[in-house]
């Protein structure tokens, strides 16, 4: 059958000639291309010896997990004293709108018009 004179004498030949093999090749030496240039990237860069560097970093960091907790601790504590604070601000001014405390009002208008309103809301909502 694949002989001369045979049904499937050439066919491989054939269809290499066709656009669609044209493009398969076209695909495969694009892909050889990427696959080489790749390669000599990881060579070049030593992207391997990048990767064991990344790794050994981490493993350092991880062991020295512990050891960081107090600051982290620290840290959050600031972090939740700074939002007390900025509460207990917000509210003193909120107050000392509502008393008619001038200052406040003439020194930041747009300010205290928003606080009066987010209280406003807020003692709405507790109302229900």
């Known amino acids: 059958m694949t002989s ?12 290499g000639q066709t656009a669609r093999a ?10 050889q291309t990427k696959i080489a240039f790749g390669q ?6 030593d992207l391997k010896g990048a ?12 062991d ?14 600031l972090a939740r004293a700074g939002a007390q604070i900025g509460c207990e601000f917000s509210r003193a001014a909120i107050e000392l709108t509502w008393i008619g405390f001038e200052g406040i009002e003439s020194a ?10 987010a209280d406003r809301r807020r003692r709405q909502l507790q109302a229900g």
Not at 22 to 28: N, T
Not at 40 to 45: P, T, V
Not at 108 to 117: S, T
């Open 64 to 77: 020295t997990t512990g050891d960081a907790r107090p600051a982290i601790r620290q840290f959050g504590s």
């Open 4 to 15: 001369e004179g045979g049904r499937f004498f050439g066919m491989t030949a054939r269809q």
């Open 22 to 31: 044209a493009f398969e090749q076209l695909s495969d030496a694009v892909e």
């Open 51 to 62: 990767a064991r560097d990344l790794q050994a970093f981490a493993t350092r960091l991880r």
């Open 108 to 117: 930041f208008p747009r300010v205290a018009r928003g606080l009066l309103e």
């Open 40 to 45: 000599a990237l990881i060579e070049e860069l």
